[in-house]
């Protein structure tokens, strides 16, 4: 899988020749200035909850791109609003098969609404399964319980995971969240942008190491194929 980083919680995964955009945050994002939006391509655009650093470029790439538009039933309901068509709503629990593999919408602790104030429903993680990878993106979330289902469910062999602190968990609870999900190799997200969130990346990964784990900590623009 080809990962590419646009900053805060924005990442773009190519597999098995499909390119999957998640919660799309750049134009408003000063550390994301040097990313041109406009060379951005994808095939499936998910979002996991309707805040705005998650959605701020939402409408624009999905236009550009015509990709599907997967997050719940609610911001599904907000994005054919604002003239989108290409959507799939779901919702906590489900999955859906699509061309690249599986996606199951799992629980996420956190709140959701759109920018101009609409309903948001709840956010949601999500699992990806396709024939070379399985991952978790967590979006948005405080360290739970039903983590612990995702360890079981399946094998996930990269686990996307906020560690910033302040509006998700933080980086000790982010390592105590990848021993419920049973995985060793961490991509770290929600981090750095503003100040509330601002982490000492070296004691981030020196954290993970003594646990045996690996934090991987993207540049952003970096493309790396795990
Ligand atoms: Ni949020
Ligand atoms: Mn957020």
């Not at 309901?77 to 599986?102: C, L």
């Not at 429903?121 to 399985?134: K, R, Y």
């Not at 509006?167 to 000790?172: P, S």
């Not at 509330?196 to 784990?213: L, M, T, W, Y």
Request: proline share 3%.
């Amino acid at each position: 899988m080809i990962l590419t980083y646009y900053g805060h919680s924005c990442f773009l995964v190519e597999i098995g020749g499909k390119r999957i955009l998640f919660d799309p945050f750049i134009r408003p994002n000063p550390l994301a200035a040097s990313v041109d939006l406009k060379s951005i391509k994808a095939d499936y655009i998910l979002v996991t909850h309707g805040h705005l650093d998650h959605t701020a470029d939402l409408i624009e790439l999905a236009n550009q791109t015509n990709a599907v538009v997967i997050s719940n039933f609610e911001i599904i309901e907000w994005v054919k609003k604002q003239g989108i068509t290409n959507t799939h709503a779901m919702n906590i629990g489900g999955h859906w098969i699509f061309d690249f593999g599986k996606i199951k919408c799992v629980n996420a602790v956190h709140s959701s609404s759109l920018p101009d104030g609409t309903y948001g429903g709840n956010p949601m993680g999500f699992l990806i399964e396709t024939d070379q990878i399985n991952f978790y993106y967590a979006g948005d979330t405080a360290l739970h319980l039903d983590m612990k289902l995702i360890g079981d469910f399946k094998k996930m062999h990269y686990a996307f995971l906020p560690i910033g602190n302040n509006y998700t968990m933080g980086i000790d609870n982010a390592v105590i969240a990848s021993d419920f999900v049973k995985c060793d190799k961490i991509i770290g997200m929600h981090y750095d942008t503003v100040d509330e969130i601002k982490i000492d990346s070296k004691e981030a990964k020196q954290k993970f190491e003594h646990h045996g784990k690996e934090l991987f900590l993207l540049s952003v623009g970096e493309t790396r194929e795990i």
